[in-house]
C-alpha cells in the first residue's frame, strides 16, 4: 500500500490503510454448519480449514467491537484533518 500512498501524494490524495484483523461478534454464528463445497471442488482437500474459518473459528485473538470503534473513530478523524 505504500505505493499507492506514493503515486497519489503528487494528487494532494492522502492514503492510510488499516489492516484489522479479526473482530469478536457473533456474525458467523447464523452460517454455521451451513458451508459445504460442490464434490468436483479444487478445494475439496482443505474443506475442513475453510469450513472452521467461515464459521468464525480462526483461532486467532480477536479484537473487540469497542476497540474496533475507537480504532474507526480515530481514522475518521485523521481523514478530516
Do not use: C, H
Not at 494532494?12 to 488499516?18: E, F, K, P
Not at 457473533?26 to 475442513?48: C, H, I, R, W
Amino acid at each position: 500500500m505504500l505505493t499507492m500512498e506514493k503515486e497519489l501524494a503528487p494528487l494532494g490524495v492522502r492514503v492510510l490503510t488499516v489492516a484489522t484483523g479479526v473482530i469478536g461478534t457473533n456474525v458467523m454464528t447464523k452460517q454455521a454448519g451451513t458451508f459445504k463445497l460442490p464434490p468436483d471442488s479444487l478445494y475439496k482437500a482443505v474443506e475442513a480449514q475453510i469450513r472452521s474459518r467461515s464459521e468464525g473459528e480462526e483461532q486467532v485473538p480477536k479484537m473487540s467491537p469497542d476497540a474496533y470503534a475507537e480504532v474507526s473513530q480515530a481514522v475518521r478523524a485523521w481523514r478530516s484533518s
